[in-house]
């Protein structure tokens, strides 16, 4: 399992060759990123590190999941009265957290995104069917009208990230206006919530 991103064509991520599609992106395999997986699969990892570790990461993610929002060209002018050709974030992006464990993905969002507005979904899985149900939700009210990044760091099934999806488009929102977040997955879950 590697981390993924749903969603992504820039660097630092690798072209997808493993024949999930041109909608899973996943980042490039650097010693740092080979570092951080380490530390948070070694079982002797203390909380302490395995939390700064973890938080690296998700920041890592969250970044390379920005380069799908869009965009648009912006003027400046420096401190030193030079014109820069920039960019800005067009309004209307949001993050929704898939509860409990997307919860942890949200402070790395934050720190990119200062005033981002963030919604959350608990979804769990029935006991004896194994099916996912939801049991809270709540979005900004306009979710509908903007791009979602969906936080959920670890996909072993994508039956709870499938539903999340399911729900956000009863709220109107598009499909194609959904990125996944996510860390740690498993080849199955990825082609059933590309699928």
């Known amino acids: 399992m590697e981390p993924d991103l749903i969603q992504n064509s820039l660097p630092p991520t690798m072209p997808n060759d493993d024949g999930y599609g041109s909608n899973v ?11 951080l997986q380490t530390v ?8 302490g590190d395995f939390i700064i570790f973890a938080d690296r990461l998700i920041r890592l993610v969250v970044e390379e999941g920005l380069n ?3 965009y648009h060209k912006h003027v400046i002018t420096t401190p030193a009265g030079c014109s820069y050709d920039g960019l800005r974030y067009i309004r209307g992006n949001c993050g929704v957290s898939i509860m409990r464990s997307g919860e942890a993905m949200e402070q790395g969002l934050r720190d990119c995104c200062r005033s981002i507005r963030i919604g959350k979904i608990l979804i769990q899985s029935d006991e004896e069917t194994h099916e996912a149900k939801v049991y809270y939700a709540k979005f900004p009210p306009d979710v509908h009208t903007r791009k979602v990044l969906l936080m959920y760091p670890i996909m072993s099934t994508g039956n709870t990230v499938i ?6 488009k009863q709220h109107g929102v598009r499909e194609e206006n959904i990125i996944v977040l996510n860390l740690f997955c498993t080849p199955i879950a990825v082609r059933l919530v590309v699928k």
């Open 68 to 70: 799908e929002l869009p």
């Open 163 to 168: 539903k999340a999806v399911e729900v956000l």
């Open 25 to 35: 992106i996943r980042l490039r395999m650097t010693d740092q990123i080979k570092e």
């Open 40 to 47: 948070l699969r070694d079982k002797s990892t203390c909380r």
